[in-house]
Structure formats: C-alpha cells, structure tokens
C-alpha cells in the first residue's frame, strides 16, 4: 500500500445539536482512487468541506501529506495541493470558458497593481503561458472545447460544463482531487463518457489521488479502488466494492432493515 496522503482523526463536525461527522477516522493513500458512499445525510460532503477549510471542525485533525491543515483557510488547502469539484454546477456562466479554468490557477497570478503595469512583458508571458495550458486541458478532455474557449460557458452542454468545472480543478496540478458527484444532472452516456474522461486524462497528468462521492453505483465499481461508506458521519465499512456492497450494515444504510434482511 502506498503511503498516507490524507489522514483524518477523530474529524468531529457538529450544526448545533447535529453531529454530521462523528469522531471520523479515515485514510487516503497516495495515488488511489477512493469512493466516499453513504445515504444522503451521512456525512460525505461535509468531510469534503472541512477537509478544503469551508467548515472548521468541531474535534480532530487532519494531516496533508504529514502536515497538519485541520482549521486551515479554503486558500491554503488549496495552496497545499488539494482541490475539488461541486455537485452542483459552480461555473459563471457568462464568463468564458477560459476565464472560469484560468481563476482555479489563481494562486501562481502576480496579482499587485505596480508588478502589472510595470512588468507589462511579464504579464503577457503569464497570460500566453495560462492560455497555452487551458487550450491543453480542455483537449485533453474534449478536442472540440478549445474552440469554445473565449465563449460563455452558458453556452455548453451539462457534461462538456463538467470538463470545464474539472479542468479548473486540474489546472493548478493537484496533489488530491476531491469530485462531489460529477455525474449529477447527466445522463447514464454522459456519465460513462465522463468517467472515460476522467480516468484518460490521470493517465497522462499522472495518477493524482482521487476522492469520489457518487451514487451511480456502476461508477464506483467501474473506477475505485478502495471504498469507505459512512452513515450518521459514522464508517460503518471499508473495502473493495465487492467487500463493501456484500457488508450487511451498507445493506441496512442503503436499503433498510427490511429490505437487507
């Protein structure tokens, strides 16, 4: 097994008398792609924000390839390496495609007034290099989405505003990739198109660590290598897919007492 890329201890969140993360305790290995499952309400997306600095948590830590980022600002996770997705669309939809993946490189801007005008040569360079770089990633993912690179993205469909939400997640070159259920709003094509996506272009960027919260089933199976299901912001299970849909209290979260029995 590789080593630990993510370690959470005892993460605690807590929304006044709820607990949505419950003394969580919870590995990620560097280099794997790991599914984050469990019902709605179980804790998935809340982990995904405390650990990108949106929520400080209740209780626990969090270590970063062996640093510790637990209460750290979203800026300075993400400077760290880790960057993520949403399941709903986050995009500005009258911005071009360009300027929604070039803000998630934000961090390596010089963003003073004095080094802008006076450095004007510079400047340019940055702006062909980012230039240079999106055209890349948005081929890499679609060979037809750099020629809609200075249009708004209003004007995409849902899986092509998928690739551009990924490719500004990408762009700053990840460590870790959190995906909160990239396939929501798409069809079963779309979503099989996109996982092809997906796992095509780690094969070139290099094999980044991934998180994936998603309910399409066929999803995990087809591109995890390793589960961990929560329920109550509890783990209640972890395993293969095969190891984790067999485990009787997976059965009783998804399914009911009843309908696992």
Same mark, same amino acid.
């Given at each position: 097994?590789?080593?630990?890329?993510?370690?959470?201890?005892?993460?605690?969140?807590?929304?006044?008398?709820?607990?949505?993360?419950? #003394?969580?305790?919870?590995?990620?290995?560097?280099?794997?792609?790991?599914?984050?499952?469990?019902?709605?309400? @179980?804790?998935?997306?809340?982990?995904?924000?405390?650990?990108?600095?949106?929520?400080?948590?209740?209780?626990?830590?969090?270590?970063?390839?062996? $640093?510790?980022? @637990?209460? !750290?600002?979203?800026?300075?996770?993400? $400077?760290?390496?880790?960057?993520?997705?949403?399941? %709903?669309?986050?995009?500005?939809?009258?911005?071009? &495609?360009?300027?929604?993946?070039?803000?998630?490189?934000?961090? !390596?801007?010089?963003?003073? /007034? /004095?080094?802008?005008?006076?450095?004007?040569?510079?400047?340019?360079?940055?702006?062909?290099?980012?230039?240079?770089? &999106?055209?890349?990633?948005?081929?890499?993912?679609?060979?037809?989405?750099?020629?809609?690179?200075?249009?708004?993205? =209003?004007?995409?469909?849902?899986?092509? %505003?998928?690739?551009?939400?990924?490719?500004?997640?990408?762009? @700053?070159?990840? $460590?870790? /990739?959190?995906? +909160?259920?990239? @396939?929501? =709003?798409?069809? !079963? +094509?779309?979503?099989?198109?996109?996982?092809?996506?997906? /796992?095509?272009? $780690?094969?070139?960027?290099?094999?980044?660590?991934? &998180?994936?919260?998603?309910?399409?089933?066929?999803?995990?199976? %087809?591109?995890?290598?390793?589960? &961990?299901?929560?329920?109550?912001?509890?783990?209640?299970?972890?395993?293969?897919?095969?190891?984790?849909?067999?485990?009787?209290?997976?059965?009783? #979260?998804?399914?009911?007492?009843?309908?696992?029995?």
């Amino acid at each position: 097994m590789s080593k630990a890329l993510l370690q959470a201890t005892g993460l605690t969140m807590r929304f006044g008398g709820l607990t949505a993360l419950d #003394a969580l305790d919870l590995t990620v290995f560097d280099g794997e792609i790991l599914g984050l499952l469990g019902p709605n309400g @179980s804790g998935k997306t809340t982990f995904f924000n405390v650990v990108t600095g949106l929520y400080a948590a209740s209780a626990g830590t969090i270590l970063f390839d062996g $640093r510790n980022i @637990s209460g !750290h600002a979203p800026q300075q996770v993400y $400077r760290a390496g880790v960057t993520r997705t949403f399941q %709903r669309s986050r995009l500005s939809l009258t911005m071009t &495609v360009f300027d929604n993946v070039a803000i998630g490189n934000y961090q !390596h801007f010089e963003h003073g /007034l /004095l080094a802008n005008l006076f450095r004007r040569d510079e400047l340019k360079r940055d702006y062909d290099r980012t230039v240079e770089l &999106v055209h890349s990633l948005l081929h890499t993912f679609n060979k037809d989405l750099p020629q809609k690179m200075f249009q708004p993205a =209003g004007g995409l469909t849902m899986i092509d %505003r998928r690739r551009v939400e990924l490719c500004r997640a990408l762009i @700053s070159k990840p $460590r870790l /990739l959190l995906l +909160d259920e990239p @396939s929501a =709003g798409m069809t !079963h +094509d779309e979503t099989n198109e996109l996982m092809d996506d997906i /796992l095509q272009v $780690r094969a070139r960027l290099g094999p980044f660590t991934i &998180v994936i919260i998603e309910h399409e089933m066929n999803v995990i199976q %087809r591109i995890t290598e390793r589960c &961990v299901v929560l329920n109550y912001g509890k783990k209640i299970a972890e395993g293969n897919y095969r190891e984790i849909t067999a485990d009787p209290q997976v059965q009783v #979260a998804y399914l009911g007492q009843e309908a696992a029995a």
